[in-house]
């Protein structure tokens, strides 16, 4: 096949690589050696809150309120979702309340103090997991969950901060783009299946189609003439319907519609905001008859733990139903001391306190690193051993109030602080504390005012996770190698791995790079062993540092894993139309590790285009 070289690359002895060493990603100054004793904590104060905190908070624009707005609606929904499933899991303990509270104020907290402000923290799976493990523990010891719960929190907090004093972080900056994407593409294709149908459970628009869902189910005992078809296709539409409309206004930003730039780029940066406004308005008008699914949102603002007496270890009315009425709510702060004389229970919270540590440091550790990857353009600076202290100060809070922990969530970190063009490429960025301080207020103020979300309905909500997927999907590497499994060879889009490597050696590297990401699917689904998916992405790391190198070249690695700089001192070096004097020496290097040729063509470049190396960057 013209232009493609089958010859195996992979060579046994000394390979001689025209990569610099000093390539290697310093990303936003660090320069790879340990920061221990509280010296890293130090530098990412001084880099991050010293040098940016003023002009982070004094940036606003319009661009910061249409953000905040998408920002809260992709935030409020998956709360009051996950505090649902807190409350069955705890038996209410922890229920929607609590998760609200403890997103607000730590979205607040994190925004004002943090080192790496873009972040958007939010509950979890596993460490909703992790938690519910934990109240079935206290219930075996005989001792009360959220004291029990509290102190694992402690322990918590304690090893953070010495991960911070002694910069643990640094095992989590090895990651490179396989570890990222692969934990980024776990993360969007679950908020996917979530907006369209999740086959372990009755979550997602499809869903509606089924009789039995939990919905219809209740409808019926209400109204014996409801017609669910009707609302699954109503569903439907308005999730599908949110979804596209706001992908449609995005792309009025290259059009010639509207009547100048800035009323495109405002329509554009309010898009999901006016669909989502759009979409329930249609229902609440034209579809005010059908009994579309909405948001389970709690009454009012108060612990969710009724208790049927002064002590509060049983809940009204499950635990006392000839009750008529509970004694109260259990009160906001733990009581550290309520362990029934059982003081060892410490030592055993101290135990525990390690997986949970591990859990919630490489939940931050990991989209941390994602976020600041070269290719998102921040310029800021990243601040991974400061906010690690920053997030043991939140956790300890939240272990002290009875409120579930949270961590970094990727999906609207990494769809929410960039715009991308239609080759998923990031076309501008705006760091700024405002938007998540703004976000979270009117989580805050929504606390107060919880019969407003009750107004949305929830397949506008799925419709809004659809649309963060297919923003993120484009701009992942992984995905497009992917796609590039049922491309015609010939026909696959020209970029700097396409031109070089042999597209079999790319399908095994995807493949490989697939492997590992349906193991990491494979742990989180089985409930008995989720907790440890986090442990199973860390693992990425010494994959790709010990076993990808007997697999493929360095060469290989470098254009299919390198960061942004290393891939583009390649390309000055080797390419063969680039600057380098001498061509023979890279043409020999090229063929010699069984890399191939470009073969440029004319359609190949883009109008204006005059540098044939612009080619290997598009």
């Known amino acids: 096949m013209p232009g493609f070289s089958f010859r195996q690359p992979i060579r046994r002895g000394p390979l001689v690589s025209l990569v610099d060493e000093d390539s290697v990603d310093n990303h936003h100054g660090d320069d790879g050696k340990p920061k221990t004793f509280g010296r890293g904590i130090v530098a990412d104060f001084k880099r991050t809150v010293g040098t940016w ?29 996950f505090g649902a499933v807190y409350a069955k899991a705890t038996n209410n303990y922890i229920g929607a309340v609590e998760l609200l509270l403890a997103t607000a104020w730590c979205g607040i907290f994190y925004s004002l103090v943090s080192g790496q402000p873009m972040m958007i923290n939010g509950g979890t799976g596993p460490v909703l997991t992790f938690q519910a493990v934990c109240y079935d523990l206290a219930k075996q010891l005989d001792v009360p969950f959220l004291t029990f719960n509290a102190w694992i929190g402690i322990w918590v907090c304690f090893y953070q901060v010495t991960a911070a004093f002694f910069d643990f972080n640094r095992v989590i900056k090895k990651a490179t783009r396989f570890t990222d994407e692969t934990f980024a593409l776990l993360i969007v294709s679950i908020f996917l299946l979530g907006a369209i149908g999740n086959p372990s459970s009755k979550v997602g628009l499809f869903h509606y189609f089924g009789t ?12 014996a003439q409801y017609d669910y078809m009707t609302v699954a296709l109503l569903s439907l539409i ?33 898009a999901i905001t006016i669909s989502v406004v759009v979409m329930t308005a249609l229902r609440h008008t034209v579809f005010e008859d059908v009994q579309v699914e909405e948001l389970k949102v709690p009454d009012t603002f108060a612990t969710s733990f009724t208790c049927c007496t002064e002590d509060c270890r049983t809940y009204w009315p499950t635990d006392c139903p000839t009750q008529a009425e509970p004694w109260g709510r259990r009160p906001w702060l733990v009581d550290l001391f309520d362990l029934n004389d059982k003081i060892y229970v410490v030592f055993i919270a101290a135990g525990l306190g390690i997986p949970a540590f591990i859990l919630t440091f490489l939940d931050n550790g990991i989209t941390w690193h994602i976020v600041n990857h070269p290719s998102n353009r921040l310029a800021h600076g990243d601040a991974y051993n400061y906010d690690t202290l920053i997030s043991s100060i939140m956790v300890l809070g939240n272990s002290l109030m009875g409120l579930p922990w949270l961590v970094a969530s990727t999906v ?16 501008s960025i705006q760091e700024s504390r405002l938007t998540g301080l703004f976000t979270h207020g009117l989580v805050l103020a929504c606390i107060f005012a919880l019969s407003v979300i009750r107004l949305i309905p929830l397949p506008v909500l799925y419709g809004v996770f659809l649309f963060m997927d297919l923003v993120a999907l484009p701009g992942q590497q992984f995905y497009q190698r992917f796609l590039l499994l049922f491309q015609q060879p010939s026909k696959m889009a020209k970029n700097h ?14 493949a490989f790079q697939f492997l590992f ?12 062993i989720s907790i440890a998916f986090p442990v199973m992405v860390l693992m990425c790391i010494p994959a790709r540092l010990y076993l990808h190198p007997r697999l493929f070249s360095e060469d290989e690695l470098t254009l299919l894993d390198g960061s942004p700089e290393e891939i583009d001192k390649w390309l000055q070096k080797n390419d063969p139309e680039g600057e380098s004097p001498d061509k023979s020496a890279q043409a020999e290097h090229i063929a010699e590790n069984g890399l191939k040729m470009p073969d440029y063509k004319k359609e ?11 080619v290997a960057d598009a």
């Open 497 to 510: 791995y396409t031109k070089y490597i042999p597209v079999n050696r790319i399908h095994k590297y995807t």
């Open 517 to 528: 990401f349906a193991i990491v699917c494979a742990v989180r689904e089985i409930k008995s």
């Open 604 to 614: 190949d470049y883009g109008p204006g285009t005059t540098d044939k190396t612009e």
């Open 53 to 81: 905190w003023v002009k982070e908070m004094t940036n606003f624009n319009t661009k910061t309120i249409a953000v905040s707005f998408f920002l809260f609606i992709a935030v409020i929904a998956p709360t009051i979702t």
């Open 212 to 223: 039995d869902h939990p919905h219809h189910e209740d409808m019926l005992e209400e109204d």
């Open 412 to 427: 609207p970190c990494i769809t929410a602080m960039q715009e991308k063009d239609s080759k998923g490429e990031v076309t």
């Open 238 to 270: 308005l999730g599908l319907g949110t979804a596209f409309f706001a992908i449609g206004l995005r792309q009025l930003r290259t059009s010639a519609f509207c009547c100048s730039d800035y009323v495109r780029t405002v329509i554009t940066d309010f």
